[in-house]
């Protein structure tokens, strides 16, 4: 069973940044893709940035520009994935999950439904 642990939230002022980290333990199953999530109390998770196969990345047009994902594969045994959080804004105030799953190709990255494996989250405050 994948299990993953996400580490780095905290509280920073607007125009400051963060880095979180997710380590993946439990392989096999290889995933091929890894991602971040966020979630505010009342609403739906949102997608905020995956890393697929051939480490093509995909990023929500809310922080394109400003978060940058990218993941260490050690032998198909562990995966750390990172969002490096840059220039935040109070509305990137959320919880944020890590994500990973097996398929091969996922035509609709952000899919959340699609995601097997999630971790317990870690909270990002920024204020103004």
């Known amino acids: 069973q994948v299990q993953l642990a996400e580490s780095g939230g905290g509280s920073v002022e607007s125009g400051g940044s963060l880095t979180l980290s997710c380590v993946s333990s439990?392989?096999?199953?290889?995933?091929?893709?890894m991602g971040w999530w966020r979630q505010v109390p009342g609403k739906e998770r949102e997608g905020v940035a995956v890393v697929g196969r051939g480490d093509r990345t995909y990023y929500a047009d809310s922080v394109k520009g400003r978060f940058t994902i990218s993941r260490q594969n050690f032998n198909n045994l562990k995966n750390i994935l990172t969002l490096q959080m840059d220039n935040l804004k109070p509305e990137d105030t959320a919880m944020y999950y890590c994500?990973?799953?097996?398929?091969?190709?996922?035509?609709?990255?952000?899919?959340?439904?699609?995601?097997?494996?999630w971790g317990q989250g870690t909270q990002v405050t920024v204020s103004s």
């Open positions: 439990g392989h096999p199953p290889h995933v091929n893709y």
């Open positions: 994500a990973a799953d097996s398929a091969q190709n996922k035509r609709y990255p952000f899919v959340a439904a699609d995601y097997d494996y």
